[in-house]
């Protein structure tokens, strides 16, 4: 069921890059960083306990598959997974290369900015691709 207060669960395919039944993954631009993806759990669920193991097993193999996309296609200095939900209590994970001269390196990025920090953006279409091969083909949504 959509709960219409959360804007995670208003998103639909032709919001993404890649989805299936139980995923949606979203290209997303950082300032200071550059492109980043999300991977929404489509159904309205806070937390990974509240998933089924096979359910937490799909979701996290999305996870991985999208992290070794961006690692390939950014080359960055290392990758970060943060699945936070404090202020959008819906699951999801943020799939976020760091680059040491991005505005925040070693930091968070949603900390305080150390430098100006270079704009690292990816292809969306590249990135596209790479998921479809990795992930196999999209299917039609289920909203």
């Not at 219409?4 to 998103?11: F, G, H, M, N």
């Not at 290392?78 to 505005?103: C, Q, T």
């Not at 920090?117 to 083909?137: F, I, K, P, S, T």
Request: glycine residues 6%.
């Amino acid at each position: 069921m959509t709960d219409t207060r959360c804007p995670l669960c208003d998103l639909d395919e032709k919001d993404g890059l890649w989805a299936n039944e139980d995923c949606l993954v979203v290209l997303a631009q950082a300032a200071g960083v550059g492109t980043i993806c999300r991977v929404v759990w489509r159904d309205h669920v806070r937390e990974m306990s509240d998933l089924a193991p096979t359910e937490r097993r799909a979701f996290m193999g999305t996870v991985f598959a999208v992290e070794a996309v961006l690692r390939q296609q950014a080359r960055p200095a290392k990758m970060n997974l943060a699945s936070l939900g404090n202020l959008v209590p819906h699951l999801h994970w943020h799939v976020i290369p760091r680059y040491e001269d991005d505005a925040y390196f070693p930091d968070a990025i949603w900390g305080a900015a150390r430098r100006p920090g270079a704009q690292h953006l990816l292809n969306e279409d590249l990135v596209r691709a790479a998921l479809y091969e990795a992930l196999g083909q999209s299917r039609k949504s289920r909203l």
